[in-house]
């Protein structure tokens, strides 16, 4: 009896579950999250957030979802418990830390594409101009562009803060409704920039500090009326004895 029960303990202790981490290697979690855009699909993997959409776009259909990331990332789904910690104020609109991603199927350029706008302060803008040049690759405008628009993570890199060089919004993912109220929400001053655009200013300096930036960078926005100075390009600031401000990098073209 004694020898029956030994070998039944030692059958039972053969008896196991796939361990998580095997799991990890053939599934991603994937949730339903609130955010400023309506519903979003939200995939992760144990590296980080890997794919955000918007629920709309797939008529709400988890099923549509998942066959859209498989296609893309040739790795199937399976729901999730919880959310990926930070991820739901993120996506809220709360200030704080921006949650893991995982970029591990991105080309370095790519990569380096979505570093340079996660580097965007909220309320402001930049240009396409800029964040190729930010990334390593100035000529490379059209490349960025295309980057951010098939940006696998909108929201958690904040695609809808870089706009045209023209000054205006531009496309967006999302839909340009979206940007647009993105932008709004986040207390950037379009109004202004607009105004701007339609007189041909791209940068504004201030001629107490010799100092040109973008419109929306938090310098420009404290420069008053009487010591602002407007600029159609860098090199027109540069040539008029303002240098590039540290902070937003305006880049001369």
């Known amino acids: 009896m004694i020898e ?21 290697k053939l599934f991603t979690g994937w949730l339903t999250a609130p955010s400023r855009i309506g519903a979003v699909f939200v995939a992760f993997t144990p590296l980080g957030v890997q794919f955000v959409r ?16 498989r296609q893309r990332f040739a790795r199937p789904l399976r729901p999730a418990d919880r959310a990926p910690a930070g991820l739901l104020p993120v996506l809220s ?65 904040p695609c809808h803060r870089v706009v045209r060089a023209d000054g205006a919004v531009g496309r967006y993912l999302f839909g340009t409704e979206h940007k647009e109220n993105l932008l709004r929400g986040e207390n950037t001053n379009l109004d202004d920039v607009a105004a701007l655009a339609r007189r041909g200013v791209h940068y504004v300096g201030s001629d107490t500090t010799g100092i040109v930036c973008f419109p929306t960078c938090h310098h420009a926005r404290r420069i008053t009326p009487a010591h602002r100075a407007g600029f159609a390009t860098v090199a027109d600031a540069v040539a008029a004895g303002y240098r590039p401000c540290r902070s937003c990098r305006p880049v001369i073209t």
Do not use: C, K, M
Request: proline share 11%; glycine share 8%; charged share 20%.
């Open 4 to 24: 029956a029960d030994a070998v039944a303990a030692a059958l039972g202790a053969l008896r196991h579950t796939d361990p998580p981490a095997l799991d990890d």
């Open 54 to 69: 918007s629920t709309d776009a797939f008529d709400s259909d988890p099923g549509a979802f998942a066959q859209a990331y």
């Open 93 to 157: 609109g709360r200030r704080g830390p921006t949650p893991p991603l995982d970029l591990s199927g991105l080309s370095e350029f790519e990569r380096n594409v979505l570093a340079a706008t996660r580097t965007i302060p909220t309320g402001e803008t930049r240009p396409y101009g800029w964040v190729a040049s930010e990334a390593g690759n100035p000529h490379a405008v059209r490349a960025a562009a295309s980057v951010l628009a098939r940006n696998p993570v909108p929201l958690l890199v």
